[in-house]
């Protein structure tokens, strides 16, 4: 009888750990065939043009997204310029200055921000910076994705930093050495491992976006290098209007360009592994 | 200066307390600036509510509380009803989490308690990489393979026959709710599994022994033991995938089909509040327009907001700390 009951539960054990492992696969499945799906179509439609000429007139084939690729570049420069060392100089106010409860205030605001929806940080750039300027520019866009960053900087280089063991801290300071000094000589150096993988983490995070570049980078079919000028072109941007548009050959691009971004977000979202686990 | 006083009281600690006394004018000035870039954040977020509550006065000065329950969404007749598109984006969202929820449980317990760790590893990190797909190429896809999937499978197949049950109800379009769902599903995957796994890793191993000791099966000790203990993190794993899912804009309006009816149909083209913003801001024309569809971005900066306190709350009442919670 008791043997029974055993074997029983002994065969419930199995069927759900069985199902679990299942799930686990389903997800990487998943995956295996979203990723697969890009990477297959949009190898088809790559080509040297692609990277290097403009979008050509409607109707005529061939082209590439040469302004897109640039602006993009442009945008994600603006972000990284702004985001990751406001996102550093909180991360060391974080770890290095602040209280108890003005750091839980300003932990939970951080994780307030990291989850806003980031095309409400579009509507925001839009309003305060956009039409203030009095037009879109790639300044507006590489703002919002800054404040996309900015959080996810914040909390990570604090962890980095809070790594950093105490005795080194003193160490610096029983040698005489100002707080200031400690912490961009000591503190800073002994993380910077881990302030590069927060980094690189919110630029691949960023990088994705779509959402926030529409009310702020608009978009443009025409080259553009300019940071303040007007409207500018995103690879992101450029995938959204290709592939929700009616011409075969805007599709073909749409995949094309997906496969560029795919690649370029999981390669930094590795690299910034690799950073933090090499020896 | 109290430095003998007690092993404990470090320089540091001194430091900390009294920093105007050990300070020259580098450490004043580095405070000051450390404190700036820090007080960015909250100057930041109170900035944004102010300035979103700033551009949707027009909308709430014209329709008041009006705005989450009216129905009608009509740029032409200057009339805006949030109602549909704050439908879209809970039904969206929780078809999304009934879908992914037992999904990543279960990749979570397999993560954390059952696989080998050569295949931990490359899993995980597996898993993690679906998280970082852009929302836009999730969108593409969901656009060329997932909606006419969802048509020509799902709505064209059996369940088309069902059509007397409401849900079922609708043509065969493809885009619509089911399709969102099911993408929305897709991306928040791999977050509520990344974060169940980290929670239930902390679990202390003992507890697990405790339950194997008393003779329980692997399933009984997940279940008996590991589950209950970690179950307010795992309460948070998924409202933090509910915070993704009803913020997603490009994935979603690719695929809901913008419809502004609520129906009890999964068929039947919707839209979110996201999507209406995707879709609308630019073309929106004049100030009452603009202003009721920043009221749709203030609505989801306060579920946002919401949402992030109840999490903080759940994983407060068991003294985890916030970072697993936080990536």
């Not at chain 1, 799906?37 to 109707?59: A, K, Q």
């Not at chain 2, 509910?242 to 068929?267: C, Q």
Request: charged share 10%.
């Amino acid at each position: 009888m008791s043997g029974f009951a055993y074997r029983r539960r002994k065969i419930a054990s199995i069927v759900v750990l069985g199902l679990c492992a299942s799930s686990a696969f389903v997800a990487v499945g998943v995956l295996a065939l979203i990723l697969g799906f890009v990477l297959l179509n949009g190898i088809n439609y790559l080509n040297l043009d692609f990277f290097t000429h403009m979008p050509t007139p409607l109707g005529e084939p061939g082209g590439g997204v040469a302004n897109s690729i640039v602006g993009s570049l442009l945008i994600i420069g603006v972000a990284a310029l702004i985001g990751i060392p406001v996102g550093v100089g909180a991360g060391v106010f974080l770890s290095e200055y602040a209280g108890a409860r003005l750091g839980n205030i300003m932990r939970f605001t951080a994780d307030v921000l990291t989850g806003v929806p980031s095309i409400v940080v579009g509507v925001f750039v839009y309003s305060v910076v956009v039409l203030k300027m009095g037009h879109f520019s790639a300044l507006a866009a590489g703002i919002a994705l800054a404040i996309i960053m900015l959080p996810i900087v914040a909390r990570s280089s604090e962890e980095m930093l809070k790594l950093v063991p105490r005795s080194q801290r003193e160490a610096a300071l029983a040698l005489g050495i100002t707080r200031w000094r400690t912490i961009l000589s000591v503190i800073i150096p002994a993380a910077r491992r881990g302030l590069v993988t927060g980094g690189l983490l919110a630029v691949a995070r960023a990088g994705g976006e779509t959402a926030p570049l529409m009310f702020t980078a608009l978009g443009n079919r025409f080259w553009s290098l300019s940071v303040t000028g007007g409207p500018i072109d995103a690879l992101p941007l450029r995938i959204w209007r290709y592939g929700i548009g009616p011409y075969d050959e805007w599709h073909q691009q749409a995949w094309a360009a997906s496969f560029v971004l795919v690649l370029v977000v999981l390669a930094i979202s590795l690299a910034a592994r690799l950073v933090l686990t090499r020896r | 200066m109290h430095v003998g006083r007690g092993g404990s009281t470090t320089a540091a600690a001194l430091a900390r307390r009294r920093p105007w006394r050990i300070g020259n004018l580098g450490d004043a000035l580095s405070r000051t600036v450390f404190a700036g870039l820090g007080l960015s954040l909250l100057a930041l977020a109170l900035l944004m509510a102010y300035e979103l509550v700033l551009e949707s006065r027009h909308s709430i000065r014209a329709f008041g509380w009006g705005f989450l329950t009216g129905t009608r969404w009509d740029p032409v007749d200057q009339v805006f009803g949030a109602a549909p598109a704050i439908y879209g984006t809970l039904v969206s969202s929780v078809i999304a989490l009934m879908l992914a929820v037992p999904v990543s449980l279960g990749a979570a317990i397999f993560l954390s308690e059952m696989a080998p760790p050569w295949l931990r590893s490359p899993l995980s990190f597996l898993i993690e990489m679906l998280a970082a797909l852009p929302s836009v190429v999730l969108g593409l896809w969901g656009l060329y393979v997932l909606v006419p999937w969802v048509r020509d499978f799902v709505e064209k197949s059996s369940l088309g026959h069902l059509s007397f049950i409401p849900l079922f109800d609708g043509p065969p379009f493809g885009f619509g709710m089911l399709a969102a769902g099911l993408i929305l599903a897709i991306m928040v995957l791999p977050i509520i599994t990344a974060i169940a796994r980290d929670v239930m890793q902390a679990v202390p191993t003992s507890q697990r022994e405790a339950m194997l000791a008393l003779g329980a099966t692997r399933w009984e000790v997940i279940l008996g033991a590991v589950l209950p203990y970690c179950r307010s993190g795992l309460m948070a794993a998924v409202i933090l995938g509910l915070g993704r899912a009803l913020g997603e804009t490009m994935a979603v309006t690719m695929v809901i089909g913008k419809g502004y009816n609520i129906t009890a149909s999964l068929f039947q083209p919707a839209s979110t509040a996201a999507s209406t913003l995707a879709s609308e801001f630019n073309e929106a024309t004049y100030n009452l327009y603009i202003s009721a569809l920043v009221e749709l971005a203030l609505i989801l900066m306060g579920i946002t907001l919401l949402l992030n306190i109840l999490a903080r709350l759940l994983v407060w009442r068991v003294a985890r700390s916030p970072e697993v919670i936080a990536e």
